[in-house]
């Protein structure tokens, strides 16, 4: 087992001070969105035996079956397959979806082919993977999630009262579900830029007084959470996006899903977020950066529904489980308390995060590594039990096999 050193990503949305809360350093001032444990090959995490740090993709690739286990290799390939970040936002992430993995693995070949770089801002398809991820709140986290049944949408708008709005409330009203949630933000996101501005405006200013008269409307969290997108986001037609959206607050413990085809965003909140192995994103919003709007439609699943709120289901042997249905990835936790003791298996390639407390690992050789609140390990694939102690939090991150 190896002590992980890992990469900060300084995106602008970051907080600046919830990643070095975690990690015990001092906060620089500047935001510190994410960080990244694994082995993507765009900040990978370093290991050292003996030789002084190595990155853990090279590591890896230097012999996939020993440190992933040749079922995993046989299964995914010989790459981890996941990545496991702690985000920390302080300012709205981009509205977005991800692919499926036929979309993407056609996407990615049709924009290969027509020589489009990779590293171009109007490239959509990164590379051939899909993208499903898994968020579990660490503290009190806002997020949108997937579509709100259309007329309960047409509810919210009609009560603030925006003139605007009118022609989105009646697509909301009389079309099909379907057809009305792909119509409305088809029009929201190719409606005149300078009518947006406008739009967006009134809505902000029609959400802080729905908040200042009705502080304790049921809908007051969710217009909260859209007025502090468009405080951040002026004049940007993901906000109006945003309005289609459940607004989803989530308690410590709390996860979401998010598979192909559901818009989503983070609005703000710190959380263990993990994913398979890409970088995928169709945006809708809430970002400067580029959106290919007729490609977004074709993506998008337009189905309205509960964002299913995921607790962890607890098992015998103590191990808390976050419940996806996919394999590249499986999130679990262990909340240990003085004097008890789990153990993992150790058939696959793993990466543990302690996010509180402190958590001793012991291997089949009695070798011991002790994480303390933000320190992290990464366990290849022996074969043989490891074994916790201590008194803290542990995530822990594999595939299903």
């Not at 090959?41 to 740090?53: F, K, L, N, T, Y």
């Not at 150790?346 to 609140?373: F, N, P």
Request: charge should be negative; glycine fraction near 10%.
């Amino acid at each position: 087992m190896d002590r992980l050193a890992n990469t900060v990503r300084p995106y602008a949305w970051g907080s600046t001070t919830a990643i070095p809360a975690l990690l015990g350093e001092r906060p620089t001032g500047e935001p510190q969105a994410e960080l990244w444990l694994g082995a993507h090959p765009g900040g990978p995490s370093q290991v050292d035996r003996g030789a002084g740090p190595l990155p853990l993709d090279q590591v890896i690739a230097a012999d996939p079956a020993a440190e992933l286990g040749a079922a995993t290799v046989a299964k995914f390939g010989p790459t981890l397959p996941f990545l496991l970040k702690v985000l920390a936002a302080e300012i709205p992430l981009s509205l977005q979806v991800h692919p499926d993995l036929a979309q993407a693995r056609a996407g990615f070949a049709a924009e290969e082919a027509a020589g489009i770089p990779v590293e171009a801002g109007r490239r959509n398809y990164k590379d051939a993977n899909h993208k499903p991820e898994l968020i579990c709140a660490l503290d009190e986290f806002d997020g949108l999630c997937g579509f709100r049944d259309p007329l309960a949408t047409a509810d919210l708008m009609e009560r603030l009262g925006l003139p605007g709005l009118a022609p989105l409330i009646d697509l909301l009203r009389t079309k099909p579900a379907e057809q009305a949630l792909r119509e409305t933000l088809a029009t929201m996101l190719t409606t005149d830029p300078a009518v947006v501005a406008v739009t967006v405006k009134e809505l902000a200013e029609a959400l802080d007084r729905s908040l200042a008269a009705e502080p304790a409307s049921p809908w007051a969290p969710a217009w909260a959470g859209y007025a502090y997108a468009a405080k951040h986001f002026p004049g940007d037609a993901g906000v109006l996006a945003a309005l289609l959206l459940n607004f989803v607050r989530l308690q410590p413990g709390d996860a979401l899903y998010l598979g192909a085809g559901v818009p989503h965003a983070y609005i703000k909140g710190t959380g263990v977020e993990i994913m398979a192995n890409s970088d995928n994103v169709l945006r809708c919003g809430l970002t400067p950066k580029h959106i290919d709007v007729p490609e977004l439609l074709r993506v998008v699943v337009f189905e309205a529904g509960d964002p299913g709120v995921r607790r962890p289901v607890a098992s015998e042997d103590g191990e808390e489980l976050f419940p996806v249905p996919i394999d590249e990835f499986r999130l679990s936790r262990f909340v240990l308390s003085a004097g008890a003791q789990r153990q993992v298996a150790g058939r696959t390639a793993q990466i543990l995060l302690c996010t509180e407390g402190s958590v001793t690992l012991t291997d089949a050789a009695g070798q011991g590594l002790e994480l303390t609140r933000g320190q992290s390990a990464y366990l290849p694939a022996t074969g043989t039990a490891t074994t916790l102690t201590g008194t803290g939090t542990l995530f822990r991150a594999t595939v299903t096999l």
